[in-house]
């Protein structure tokens, strides 16, 4: 038997033992009822209300002057959105913090998408602020 | 969206919870952590579930995420007071080549676990965020340090 036989064989049997210790140790309906007994989804909805206050944050950041943020909500929203949707990706990180933090989670990603927005207008007006 | 909503969340949860807990058992959890991040990547489904195309590829994903967020450095699989008895009784070679895996680095421990439940380079690169070229050198230098540690041990 080659290495790499070898190495693929081993690898095989690892699967095969984590799979029978497993089969074993796990009752995955048992599993299933714990898991629907403890369901707690209640913060994620919670965190739903902080939206509004983030689309605010963010259109006023955006805004030149503080008179014009309402003409800015639309990309508020996009940008707020792009924020919940990285959050999907770390549930369970934020599920573990206290709810003050999980807001303030949202509204550091938020802004950093409002800085990255800025950068992007800044450097496109550069070329034609040249040109005249 | 899920392309059949008559594959619900209890049947990924029953077809996927086992596999799951052994991926976060070759990136370097503990059974007990690996249990746990299990079962929060099912709670982050729970949540997502009607954005999420690919429910085996996203938990996978979360759970490395957690396991590597709270495993800096890959450390010996601390058994519990049960299974530690049972280990003693019946000695198993294949626990310690888990062991071996789990002393790679992480991109190689990672990119090999994902090998191991048959993700092909493609989609693993698409699910980790790595390059296709990254998985590949990951995968190569993994099995080579593998192939070493096997000869030594």
Redesign the interface.
């Known amino acids: 038997m080659d290495a790499s036989t070898e190495t693929d064989a081993v690898l095989r049997a690892v699967r095969e033992r984590q799979h029978q210790e497993l089969e074993a140790r796990i009752d995955v309906a048992a599993r299933l009822d714990d898991f629907k007994a403890r369901l707690d989804t209640g913060w994620w909805d919670d965190l739903q209300g902080c939206r509004g206050r983030l689309i605010t944050e963010a259109a006023g950041r955006l805004s030149p002057s503080p008179g014009d943020a309402a003409g800015y909500r639309g990309t508020a929203e996009r940008l707020v959105d792009r924020s919940f949707r990285e959050a999907l990706d770390h549930l369970p990180e934020l599920h573990r913090l206290p709810p003050a933090k999980r807001e303030q989670w949202l509204l550091v990603r938020t802004l950093e998408q409002v800085l990255d927005e800025v950068r992007e207008r800044t450097s496109a007006l550069i070329p034609r602020t040249k040109r005249a | 969206m899920h392309d059949d909503p008559r594959f619900g969340f209890?049947e990924t949860?029953?077809k996927e919870?086992?596999p799951l807990?052994?991926f976060a058992?070759?990136l370097g959890a503990s059974?007990g952590d690996a249990?746990d991040?299990a079962?929060?990547?099912?709670?982050?489904l729970?949540?997502?579930w009607s954005?999420v195309g690919n429910p085996a590829g996203w938990l996978r994903?979360?759970v490395a995420?957690?396991v590597r967020?709270s495993r800096r450095t890959p450390r010996r699989w601390p058994l519990t007071g049960a299974?530690r008895s049972r280990h003693d009784a019946e000695p198993?070679w294949?626990?310690d080549?888990?062991d071996l895996?789990r002393r790679l680095p992480w991109p190689e421990r990672a990119a090999?676990a994902w090998e191991?439940d048959g993700y092909s380079v493609a989609e693993t690169a698409e699910l980790t965020g790595m390059t296709e070229v990254e998985v590949r050198r990951a995968r190569r230098r993994g099995?080579a340090k593998?192939?070493r540690l096997?000869?030594e041990h």
Request: overall charge neutral; hydrophobic content about 40%; proline content about 2%.
């Open positions: 209890d949860y029953l919870y086992r807990v052994a058992q070759r059974p249990e991040a079962q929060e990547a099912f709670l982050s729970h949540i997502a954005r994903t979360v995420r957690e967020q299974e198993d294949r626990d080549a888990l895996l090999m191991m099995s593998l192939k096997i000869k």
